[in-house]
């Protein structure tokens, strides 16, 4: 079973930072396709950013230049470094985990041709003008 926890988060200005971080259980992370997620309040969950076992990432439009993914296999952790924060980043961020294409019995999202079954807690994130 893939299990992900979330860190980071919170409440920062216009133009601040943030870094979220996810750590993920199992011996076959570095096999996991991963990604970051977000819904705010009344809208839908959408992809923010997304990074294959070879560190290939992918962003939505609404965050290239300003959002990093990245990883680090040693420690089976994922991140997104945030820059640049604007009042519509403000949202709830989930990790979440392609893991052979498997949905696990709750929500699932196709995303970049990818089919991510496992998810973490979610984070808030409000960015304050």
């Known amino acids: 079973q893939v299990q992900l926890v979330v860190s980071g988060g919170g409440s920062v200005q216009t133009g601040g930072y943030l870094r979220l971080s996810c750590a993920a259980s199992g011996s076959t992370y570095s096999t996991y396709y991963m990604g970051w997620f977000r819904q705010a309040p009344g809208k839908e969950r959408e992809g923010v950013a997304a990074i294959d076992s070879d560190s290939t990432t992918k962003y939505a439009d609404s965050v290239k230049g300003r959002f990093t993914i990245s990883q680090d296999n040693a420690k089976n952790t994922l991140y997104l470094q945030m820059n640049s924060l604007k009042p519509e980043d403000t949202a709830m961020y989930y990790c979440?985990?392609?893991?052979?294409?498997?949905?696990?019995?709750?929500?699932?999202?196709?995303?970049?041709?990818?089919?991510?079954?496992?998810w973490g807690q979610g984070t808030q994130v409000t960015v304050w003008s």
């Open positions: 979440a985990a392609d893991v052979g294409g498997r949905c696990n019995g709750g929500y699932c999202a196709l995303w970049v041709g990818r089919l991510f079954g496992f």
